[in-house]
């Protein structure tokens, strides 16, 4: 999917909106759906769509309108290390699903993953502030007040606490993985099953509109 720019001088309402529609999650961005899909490959797994996790998703769906990751694979990737780096404060369920993150970006696209990660430590999150709040503000001004975009003030590269922050995200990020994929392999034939069901509606549909 390409990658959508954000005007500047849009709210983060109507920012959110376009992002919404843009990547077919609904007019509420599914916050309100009992279940959602985890992508194994092609396989689509349904697991329980939590408060925690719809706590969080508001907040990531907002960091991803600010930095400009997509929500592809390795979009998703980024803005995990992203959001690591720049502090995920209270939101367990961010710290779980972001660990994990960062572990499939180290495997898949390293410096991308490094990249957003230092990049989040010159950033700050939106994690914790009044939610409603953030929606009245301009994309542009939320972004300077963030950082998204500063540059490093060293010519050296990264410091060695945020190297040592990396080192130690990614070993907790390579506990979740390993427990991650043992769910998989529990899961995997719910999401084989899941796909024949909607292979098959979906030809039960079209011969029935024939």
């Not at 209270?90 to 993150?101: I, M, P, R, S, T």
């Not at 001004?141 to 606490?161: I, K, N, T």
């Amino acid at each position: 999917m390409a990658l959508v720019h954000y005007d500047e001088g849009l709210t983060m309402r109507e920012a959110r909106a376009l992002y919404f529609e843009v990547n077919r999650f609904g007019a509420d961005g599914g916050y309100g759906d009992a279940w959602v899909d985890f992508k194994l490959g092609p396989l689509p797994v349904p697991f329980p769509n939590t408060r925690a996790r719809v706590r969080a998703v508001r907040y990531h769906d907002l960091h991803h309108v600010l930095t400009g990751y997509d929500t592809n694979a390795t979009g998703e990737f980024e803005i995990a290390a992203w959001e690591l780096g720049a502090g995920c404060k209270g939101f367990v369920a961010a710290w779980q699903l972001n660990l994990g993150g960062l572990f499939a970006g180290l495997l898949s696209a390293p410096r991308r993953t490094v990249r957003a990660f230092f990049r989040g430590r010159r950033s700050e999150s939106l994690y914790g502030r009044p939610f409603e709040d953030l929606l009245d503000r301009e994309v542009g001004a939320l972004r300077r007040e963030m950082r998204v975009d500063e540059r490093s003030s060293s010519g050296s590269g990264p410091a060695a606490l945020d190297v040592l922050r990396l080192a130690l995200a990614s070993l907790a990020g390579l506990v979740v993985g390993v427990l991650g994929f043992a769910a998989v392999l529990v899961v995997a034939p719910i999401g084989i099953v899941n796909l024949a069901l909607r292979r098959h509606r979906a030809r039960s549909a079209a011969e029935a509109g024939a």
